[in-house]
């Protein structure tokens, strides 16, 4: 039986598991207390929160929420990164602070209510934004459609220019 204050954290992990998108968890050993506040506070502009958890009390939560496979990832010190709005913030954001701290190592990844390895994590960071993606499917939406305008208006054109070419001709005769 978990003391009060375990319980707790717990309860408040298991929140965040169910009202998060993702989740990236990492190993932080080795950076100093400024890197880590400077850590939270890059996150928390991105819309991140990161938490330092007990992999004991992170794996009860995922069990109660019924996020599996996360064990072999659960050694060592885990500071856990929520992204509640972007699913992909997180993995971005952390990547970004591993490449930026060094000692920063990414486990693995909560997407969902699976688990995900490190590499897929470091796949969805390199993903473009959403915007980008949007203006991507609209591109390839409106492509077909500029053709078909394209393709209806060149006998329009055509004609236009052989009429053109005729009236010259009228002209210089």
Do not use: C
Not at 21 to 29: D, G, I, P
Not at 82 to 92: L, R, T
Not at 130 to 135: S, T
């Amino acid at each position: 039986m978990p003391t009060p204050q375990k319980a707790q954290i717990i309860e408040e992990t298991r929140e965040e598991l169910e009202g998060s998108s993702s989740a990236v968890l990492a190993n932080y050993r080795g950076l100093t207390v400024q890197q880590l506040n400077q850590l939270r506070e890059n996150l928390r502009k991105g819309g991140v929160t990161l938490r330092v958890i007990k992999n004991t009390l992170i794996k009860r939560a995922a069990d109660e929420v019924g996020i599996e496979g996360l064990e072999p990832y659960l050694e060592g010190p885990t500071a856990v990164a929520f992204s509640h709005d972007d699913p992909v913030a997180a993995a971005k954001l952390m990547t970004q602070a591993a490449r930026e701290f060094r000692k920063i190592e990414i486990k693995a990844g909560i997407l969902g209510k699976r688990a995900i390895a490190a590499q897929e994590v470091r796949n969805l960071a390199e993903l473009p934004s959403r915007e980008v993606l949007l203006g991507k499917l609209v591109g390839t939406l409106n492509a077909p459609i500029q053709q078909l305008v394209w393709v209806l208006n060149a006998p329009l054109t055509n004609l236009a220019r052989a009429l053109d070419q005729i009236r010259q001709q009228k002209e210089q005769a």
